[in-house]
Structure formats: structure tokens, C-alpha cells
């Protein structure tokens, strides 16, 4: 942190009044909670039912009326699904590409983002304007063309072409944007006075203001990296380079689907993420707290 | 640029010049080039090239693997007179539609998990996260066993009260509504994401010099909260619309996958629609002509919302 | 054309050389070493598949092939893309919807001059199967398995019902009147699934009824035999004796007959997995031939090994398609019982695998059989099928199936005259 944001003294040193105010309104509390916990029933139940489905038998997942729990807790299913696919190495490269992809976007947006949000220069808007057509162009029809850079730069089957298109973001940049434009421009004119580079100035100064913004915007690449799905099955086809996401897709056969396995694998799948967001989302939490001379 | 005399002058920093020398062009505007460079050549190389020379491609004739003859604007006639476009098209913007509910409930429950000293909090977050790594197949089946029409909770439910509900995705009548409802559900998640870093990034002074006027939990969050959180509920109304307007997992996975649909024509989607003419019919040429019509739809209305943006979206 | 070659020139210059074939080198092919890629989309299949390779490369170590696995869902997608982009598998799996187009469009390498060269002919296969991979004289691909319809029937419903097992002597009429037995609407209970489903239901009563689907440019859906045979269908569905297309597009057939709500279901031979897994299902399962209608009638179809048109491995792709086409490669596929082999008399694997059902039962219908109906835009047309017919299959009388066929006739006839 540098001299231009001021630590998080104000918010810590009143928590007293904001509990206090919250107390005051029990009825609001109950109201909040109930509110939460049915938004979170609706949310958690598919989740829940792909752990009970991992647990079925085939004939239990798929049965006709819909069975909810299964009438023997079968683990065999977790370790068998390591014999079907090269499970490890595909886990590994799902968090290669995850990581890569999130690093690299969370970095390159944000310098783009600052740019669009804060720096003038000729052509700005249109330029944002192009970036932002990125995102009205329906990803199945990159699919060839994408496919078709690949092959010309040799990259099929290799973990470079999973993380390529990923690693530019139009929504990521916008994202940030949208968080850079929020931060009083005093913070920056007092660095630049100080005569603090813009790379600097970018990277001390406004970088931490938007770390809200750059946790949500790492959950949500890292999640997209690794639910990606169509992108990894087109231009790989070799078991060992593939992501998890499209290994598990290889389950789904034309006429039936080994539902337990690819439930057990899901879920497998889903806990190096759901440490990650864990991790992450303390960085939600802290928030900022400036006080800028505005206000 | 006459950096001498204003350095020899330091102890007048004009506000009016320093501003300037923000906005100017010069070495700011170099390194906003610079800045930008990454990103852009990226997404030069890897989408916008790729898309320019696709839609090139809506003015021939193309062979299902390649080979391709000018024929003019065909494609976009034949897109225009085929029922299936106009139909789509009204369903797509009915997608959009009902798809912009998230944001109010995203909002919503993005201030109550901020609200402070709630008990819980980290879990709550948690939970609300868990679709995130929710297998799309795993929602796929809850919710097609929601709405089954034989068997289904939202029927057997509503049969405790003597109403028989329909085959909800199956029925030309409701399966978009159907679809619609879980393409809400399936985005709170990001929205909420977004929205509590948005909130998080509200100065606590704010919010505290308006507790300071005798402002209630209601007014701080329509006076503060909502004009400051302003532009991320800007930036995910774009961001909807366009995500709306390219609906097509869903719909194929709800309506799509198994065997034939009734309602296959009542939910479908111009992007499903594409993909039907693309990869199924292998009609690229009128499928490109297609994505580039919905192209100018998707920009049209995010120009509409920049436009708009001047009269409700507050940057500091 | 144009496009594709500014493609690469906006790629990096030095990875433009590697076009192609980036895992194959000159080297390897003068020493007579290959490597060659196999696409398929089953992973029940893969064990067998490995076992044919390995009996493969004792009779040719010096050609090593890896299996592609693509899932079905994505698999048309990725090939038409690997396709146009280069770099798809040497082989891979087709299948009849597609076939046309892929040779017509010269994707795939002709392989008749090369069969006659060896001796090679295709007589052990079903020949209407053989000719559904030759396209204007020229074979392009040879079947692996093949599948036909047969009737699944649920033993306690029948028991219950008092109805005898079906049979041979079985027809039209007395399905309708077994139907009235069985429906049972507190357990939602019905006689036979008559979805929308074109391979298992609608293509066996056109047939039975004398109808046809394509013939050249024109559609067989105003024909008033074709028409006859939907008619099998819907005529159940609005006596209430079927499940209407709304509620099957909910729960499909199969699982409503695994689930014990149908007492009746035509089935593919890939069925009988699911239905053989489930004991208790196993218990209460059989198959018998189709019932007929104003003659015995059936769809054949089945898969293909097929060779990429750009494989740098011709030869050992051929010589890989050649051997998928023995007895030795039909024995190992029925023995995995997952699929039916199209070699013939090599199906006793497939049937074994499941003694208590009666498999014979396809292999007696081969004779009955006609061959999947195809044409060079099948998949265009067949998506017509489902929502143009749709409106006759949910159950509302007042919609006339005769109406939707003709409407379909139409739709169809514009696509077939457009055809290439």
C-alpha cells in the first residue's frame, strides 16, 4: 500500500455501531436469514443430488419414478473411476490451464482495464467498442477458425491450445474497467504529482483498490476454465492433455450414460475449486476501505 | 510539450493543466496503447480476425467442408425468409427478457450477505458458490426431474392443492418460461460474485456518514448502495443481455439432448438455431449470415444501454 | 480456400510447416512405420477396440494406432471441424446419416480399387448394409456391427395381464388389444412407448405398412402407406393406450419400460446392456421379433470403419479397415457384448453375453430388414421429422398426422431438391 489509500481505519473503528444497528432489527434478521437459506436450498440441490447419484447404482440413477437416495452407499464407484480415465493427469491439467488462464487474465485485463478506464488517448472508445464486440460473437462460430489457427501454429493436442483463446478476456476487461472508473481520480493525481509512473501508479496504487474485482473475476475464470468444455474436446483428442471437464464427457456414450461414475468424477473434480474459492473469497471479505477526500 | 517552464514552477500545480496532461494524448497516450496491447493483440489474433473472415464468408456459398463461391447477400435472404428465424428471434428476445430478473435477485442477495455481522456469512457465500461446480449434467437432470411432467416434484406438488400441472419443457405453451426460469438460476451465481465485490468496493464512509443523517437500512441502500454499485449493475445488465441473446447450453440440454421435443421449435434460440444450421444441416453459409444478424441485434442493444448509461450510472 | 491460406499467413511462419500432419514424419513413412489414429465415440466399446488393435499389430508391428475418443454428443462437431481444418483421425467410426456427404464432399478415401486388388469382398456382411457405405459406385467404408428393432417385453406386466408372451404370429391388432390389457392409468401404466423416435418406431411401421421415406428427390411422406404406418402410432396415442410425445420427451421409452411403466418397447440390441445390468429388470425382460403389420418389415443400420481422404498413412489405414472387416475382429466384438458384429455368424458372442434374453431375435429379422434411409442432407430433413410431426404426437386428435406427413413431404422435398 502506498501513502495515497488509507488503511482500513475508519470501517474497523466503528464495527460496534454497525452490529449495534443490526441487532436492533431481530425481526430483519430473521427475515435475512430465512431469505438466505431458501436462496441457498435452491442452490446447493443439484449439488447435493449429483453426490447422492454418485452413490446409485446405474439402474437407481436412472430410475423411473426418480429414486433420491440410494439404497447402498457404494464408494467403489470413486476408485473405479481412476481405471476409466487417466484421471490424475487430467485433473492436473485442468489446474494448469485453470491457473495459467486466471494469472494470465487477471493480469492482462486489468492493464487493459485501467487503460480504457483511466488513460486518454486517440481512438479509445472505439478501440472499447472492438473489444466489446468480442463478446456479441457466438462462441460456435470461432470454433473453426480457431481450430484452424491451431493447426497452423502445430499446437493440437497441447496444453498451450486449451489455455490460448481463454487467456484474453473482452469480459474481463470490461469487468475491471467498470471497478477502475468507480475509484476517485484524487487517489491517482496525488501519485502522479508525486511523479509515480503509470505502470506504477497501476500497479501500487490502483491494483489494490480493485482486488474485489480481481477476486471476482479470478473465481469466475477459474470457473469457466475448468467447467470448459467444447473448446478441450475439439482441439484435443488425446486422454492424457484433457482437462477433466471433456475426460468426463467421454462417459456420456449415444444411448446411456454411466451417471455414478460421471457424478463421483464431478465431484472429485470439484474440490480443488471449491478450496480455491474458499481461499479466494477472504479477499471479498477484507473489502476496501478508502477515504478519499470526496464523500 | 513545454515540460521546463512547468517544472520550474512547482509550487503552483495547476489542477486545470495537471488534468490536461492526464487527458492529452502524447506519452499518456502511448502508454495507453501499450497498456491495451496485450489484450487487444489476443483478442486481434484469436477472435476478431477470425470473426471478420467468418463473416466474410456469409456472402458465399459454403461447401460443408470448405470451398467457397459468392452469391451475395442469398444467405440473408434465405435467413429472412425462413419461419424459423422470425420465431427464434422472438424467443430469444423473450430469453433476454425474462433472463434480466437475475439481477434485481443477484442485488438482493448480494446485500444481505454484505450485511454487516451477519452470522454466517462464510458459509452462506459458500453455498451460494456451489453451482459453480455443480456439474452442468447433474442440474440438467434436478431440474428436468422438477419439471417432469409424470413424475416431477413441481407436479406432484402442486397436485397437493388439485392443480395438475403440464409437461413443462415439453409443452410448446411453457418450455421457454421453463428454460427461462433455469437460465436465472444458473447465472445468480456470477452476478453475486460481481455484486459483492461491488459492494465490497463501497467506501464505508459513505454508508456511515449516511447512518450519521438518520438514514434507515432502506434509504442507505437506495441512496448509497444502489448509485455506487451503479456501474458493476451496468456492467452485468450489458453482460446479460448479450449472455441472454447467445442462450444455447441450456436449451440444449433441456429441450435438446434426448429424443424428440414437441416444444423443440417453442424453445429454440438463435444460437441453437445456428448450431442446428451449422453443424447439423452443415448450411454454414446461411448459419454465418445468421450469427452476423444477431451480431448487429446483440450490438444495437448494447449501444441502446451505452447510450442510456449517462442517465443512471454514477462513476466517481 | 482463399481464407484459410490468409489464416496462415497470419500464423507464426516456421508452425505453418507442420500443417497437417504434425505427427508424422518423412523418416517413418520410408521405414515403412506408421502411426495412425482411430476415432470413435463409444467408451463401452474401448476394452474390445484395444483387443483389436493388439490382434491387429501381431500381424502388422510395424503400424501403431491410438484411439480417439470423442463423446457422441460432440463428436459430429469435432470431425467436420478436424475435417475441414485438417488434422481428424486417419479412421474413424460413420455412420449412415452422414455418409453421403462426407464422400460426396471427397473427405474420405475411396477404398473399391484397393478391395479388389486383395480379393477382398464384403459378402459376409449384410450387403444392404455393405451398399449403404458405397456412394455413385464407389465403396467408401466397411460395417463394423449393425442394428435392427426387436420387441422388449416385460414378463410380470404380461403375467399379470394374462397375456401370452409375444411371438411370431403376433401383428398390429393384437398389440392394440394387448395395449387395452395393460394401461393402467393410476400407475401411469401403459401398454408400448410410441415415441417420436425414427430408428426404433417410425421407421418399422412405414416399412411394415409398405411406405418409404426417400427415394432419390423425393420424400415418402405423402404417401398414404407412410402415412398408414404414423398411423400405428398415433392411433394408440389418442385411444390412450400410449404415452404422448410430451410425456416421452419427459421420460423417454426405455427408461419408462426399464422403470416397469410399459409393458411393451422397440428397442435397438444396445438396449438390452442397460436392461441386462439391472437384475431385476434382467429377470422380467424379454425380446421377441416385431410384430407385423400388412408385412413383416425392419430397419437395418450400423457403423462403418471409414479412412480420412488426407491420411499421410493410406495404406495402414486401409490395411487397419481391411482387418476391422474379419472374423477374427467379429468375434471380438461380440464377445464384449456390447455391440451386434456385422461379420456374419460371428453375432453367437453378443448372444451368449446374455443368455436369458433372446437375441436371436435380431438376427432373425436381417432378412425383413431395409436399410436405413438416407440421402446427401438426411440430418436436415430428419430434424424436419420430429417438428413437423410433433404436432400429430401429442395426443390431441383434432391434429391429423396425415396433415403433419404431408407438411413434412413438403418441407422435405425442398430440401431434397436443393441436394447436391
Known amino acids: ?18 452490529r449495534g444497528s443490526a441487532r436492533g432489527t431481530w425481526a430483519g434478521s430473521v427475515i435475512t436469514h430465512a431469505v438466505l437459506i431458501a436462496g441457498a436450498v435452491v442452490m446447493v440441490f443439484p449439488f447435493v443430488w449429483q453426490v447422492l447419484t454418485a452413490f446409485k447404482t446405474q439402474a437407481e440413477a436412472v430410475a423411473v419414478p426418480v429414486q433420491v437416495f440410494p439404497s ?144 471476482a473475476l479470478a473465481v469466475i475464470t477459474m470457473m469457466n476454465s475448468w467447467n470448459d468444455l467444447l473448446w478441450p474436446l475439439v482441439v484435443n483428442t488425446d486422454p492424457n492433455v484433457m482437462p477433466i471437464s471433456a475426460g468426463l464427457t467421454t462417459l456420456q456414450g449415444q444411448f446411456q450414460t454411466n451417471y455414478p461414475a460421471l457424478m463421483a468424477g464431478a465431484l472429485l473434480a470439484s474440490l480443488p475449486m471449491l478450496l480455491v474459492f474458499l481461499v479466494l473469497q477472504r479477499q471479498f471479505v477484507q473489502g476496501i476501505a478508502l477515504t478519499g477526500s470526496k464523500g | 510539450m513545454a515540460v521546463p517552464t512547468t517544472a520550474s514552477t512547482p509550487a503552483t500545480p495547476a489542477p486545470a493543466r495537471r488534468r490536461r496532461s492526464i487527458r492529452s494524448g502524447g506519452r499518456a497516450g502511448l502508454i495507453g496503447y501499450l497498456f491495451i496491447a496485450p489484450v487487444g493483440i489476443g483478442l486481434l489474433v484469436l477472435y476478431i480476425y477470425p470473426a471478420v473472415a467468418t463473416f466474410a464468408l456469409s456472402f458465399t456459398d459454403w461447401g460443408p467442408f470448405g470451398g467457397n463461391t459468392f452469391n451475395g447477400f442469398a444467405n440473408y435472404v434465405a435467413v429472412f425468409r425462413n419461419d424459423l428465424f422470425w420465431r427464434s428471434l422472438g424467443n430469444t428476445l423473450l430469453y433476454m427478457s425474462i433472463g434480466l430478473f437475475v439481477i434485481p435477485i443477484a442485488i438482493v442477495i448480494a446485500t444481505l450477505l454484505n450485511k454487516p455481522g451477519l452470522r454466517g456469512v462464510g458459509v452462506y457465500r459458500t453455498l451460494y458458490f456451489i453451482p459453480f461446480v455443480t456439474l452442468p449434467v447433474a442440474s440438467g437432470m434436478v431440474w428436468k426431474w422438477l419439471y417432469n411432467g409424470d413424475y416431477g416434484l413441481i407436479n406432484a406438488f402442486l397436485g397437493n392443492f388439485g392443480i395438475s400441472g403440464t409437461y413443462w419443457v415439453a409443452n410448446p405453451a411453457t418450455a421457454l418460461m421453463a428454460i427461462g426460469i433455469v437460465q436465472v438460476w444458473s447465472q445468480i451465481g456470477y452476478y453475486l460474485v460481481i455484486f459483492i465485490a461491488g459492494i465490497k468496493a463501497i467506501p464505508q464512509t459513505y454508508l456511515e456518514a449516511a447512518e450519521l443523517d438518520g438514514a434507515g437500512p432502506l434509504r442507505r441502500f437506495f441512496t448509497v448502495v444502489l448509485p455506487l454499485l451503479s456501474p458493476s449493475i451496468f456492467f452485468c445488465s450489458v453482460i446479460n443481455v448479450i449472455a441472454t441473446l447467445q442462450i444455447f447450453d441450456l436449451i440444449y440440454v433441456m429441450s435438446q439432448s434426448s429424443s424428440a421435443n414437441p416444444a423443440f421449435n417453442s424453445a429454440q434460440s438463435i444460437v441453437t438455431l445456428f448450431y442446428q444450421m451449422a453443424f447439423v444441416e452443415n448450411n454454414k453459409g446461411n448459419a454465418t449470415a445468421l450469427a452476423f444478424l444477431l451480431m448487429l441485434l446483440i450490438a444495437a442493444l448494447t449501444a441502446v444501454q451505452f447510450r442510456l448509461q449517462k442517465k443512471w450510472v454514477f462513476y466517481d | 480456400m482463399r481464407r484459410r491460406a490468409f489464416l496462415r499467413a497470419a500464423a507464426a511462419a516456421p508452425a505453418a510447416a507442420v500443417l497437417g500432419c504434425s505427427s508424422s514424419s518423412d523418416d517413418d513413412r520410408q521405414h515403412g512405420h506408421a502411426s495412425i489414429s482411430y476415432g470413435m465415440w463409444d467408451q463401452l466399446q474401448v476394452p474390445a477396440m484395444h483387443e483389436v488393435i493388439a490382434a491387429f499389430r501381431k500381424e502388422h508391428p510395424d503400424i501403431d494406432v491410438t484411439i480417439q475418443l470423442t463423446p457422441f454428443s460432440t463428436y459430429w462437431t469435432r470431425l467436420q471441424t478436424s475435417i475441414t481444418g485438417g488434422g481428424a483421425a486417419d479412421v474413424f467410426w460413420m455412420n449412415g446419416p452422414n455418409i453421403r456427404r462426407f464422400s460426396h464432399y471427397g473427405t474420405l478415401l475411396p477404398i473399391s480399387d484397393r478391395l479388389a486388388a486383395d480379393g477382398v469382398d464384403l459378402a459376409d456382411h449384410p450387403d444392404n448394409l455393405v451398399d449403404l457405405y458405397a456412394y455413385q459406385g464407389e465403396q467408401f467404408g466397411i460395417p463394423k456391427d449393425y442394428d435392427c428393432i426387436s420387441l422388449y417385453y416385460n414378463t410380470e406386466l404380461f403375467d399379470e395381464a394374462g397375456v401370452p408372451y409375444p411371438d411370431d404370429t403376433w401383428t398390429w391388432e393384437t398389440v392394440r388389444e394387448a395395449c387395452r390389457e395393460f394401461r393402467v392409468p393410476s400407475r401411469g401404466q401403459f401398454g408400448i412407448s410410441s415415441a417420436l423416435d425414427r430408428q426404433r418406431n417410425l421407421y418399422p411401421a412405414i416399412f411394415q405398412n409398405d411406405g418409404w421415406v426417400v427415394d432419390g428427390r423425393e420424400s415418402g411422406f405423402a404417401d398414404e402407406r407412410t402415412i398408414g404406418g404414423l398411423e400405428f402410432w398415433t392411433d394408440l396415442i389418442n385411444a390412450d393406450l400410449a404415452p404422448n410425445a410430451m410425456a416421452t420427451a419427459d421420460t423417454t421409452g426405455r427408461s419408462l419400460f426399464l422403470g416397469g411403466k410399459l409393458a411393451m418397447y422397440y428397442g435397438l440390441p444396445n438396449d438390452a446392456v442397460e ?77 451368449d453375453s446374455k443368455p436369458e434374453f433372446n437375441l436371436r431375435a435380431f438376427i432373425d429379422q436381417i432378412p425383413d430388414c431395409i436399410a436405413y434411409p438416407i440421402s446427401m442432407d438426411t440430418n436436415t430433413w430428419e430434424n424436419q421429422q420430429y417438428t413437423l410431426l410433433g404436432d400429430a404426437w401429442i395426443g390431441d386428435p383434432g391434429r391429423s398426422v396425415a396433415d403433419a406427413s404431408h407438411a413434412l413431404a413438403s418441407a422435405m422435398n425442398l430440401v431434397l431438391e436443393q441436394e447436391p
Open chain 1, 72 to 215: 447402498r452407499w457404494e464408494w467403489a464407484v470413486f476408485t473405479e473411476i481412476f481405471d476409466v480415465l487417466p484421471f490424475a493427469e487430467q485433473l492436473r491439467t485442468s489446474a494448469i490451464v485453470a491457473l495459467v488462464r486466471t494469472v494470465g487474465q487477471v493480469l492482462l485485463c486489468s492493464l487493459a482495464a485501467y487503460a480504457f478506464a483511466r488513460l486518454h488517448f486517440r481512438g479509445r472508445e472505439l478501440l472499447f467498442a472492438l473489444f466489446l464486440s468480442v463478446l456479441m460473437v457466438p462462441g460456435q462460430l470461432l470454433i473453426l477458425p480457431q481450430y484452424e489457427l491451431m493447426v497452423s501454429f502445430g499446437l493440437l493436442n497441447t496444453i498451450p491450445a486449451l489455455i490460448l483463446p481463454g487467456l484474453f478476456s473482452a469480459f474481463g476487461t470490461f469487468l475491471l474497467r467498470q471497478f477502475f472508473l468507480t475509484i476517485p481520480a484524487e487517489l491517482e493525481e496525488a501519485a502522479l504529482i508525486d511523479g509515480a509512473s503509470r505502470l506504477r501508479i497501476y500497479w501500487s496504487v490502483m491494483l489494490p483498490l480493485v482486488r474485489p474485482a480481481l477476486a
Open chain 3, 275 to 351: 436392461a441386462y445390468d439391472d437384475e431385476a429388470v434382467r429377470e422380467r425382460t424379454d425380446i421377441a421379433v416385431l410384430p407385423q403389420g400388412s408385412s413383416r418389415g425392419n430397419v437395418i443400420h450400423g457403423l462403418a470403419n471409414v479412412i480420412n481422404a488426407r491420411t499421410p498413412f493410406p495404406d495402414a489405414a486401409y490395411e487397419f479397415v481391411k482387418f476391422m472387416a474379419t472374423r477374427e475382429v467379429g468375434e471380438i466384438q461380440g464377445a464384449s457384448g456390447t455391440i451386434l458384429p456385422s461379420f456374419a455368424g460371428t453375432e453367437s458372442g453378443y448372444v
Open chain 1, 1 to 18: 500500500m502506498t501513502s495515497t489509500t488509507t488503511p482500513a481505519s475508519t470501517a474497523a473503528a466503528h464495527p460496534a455501531r454497525w
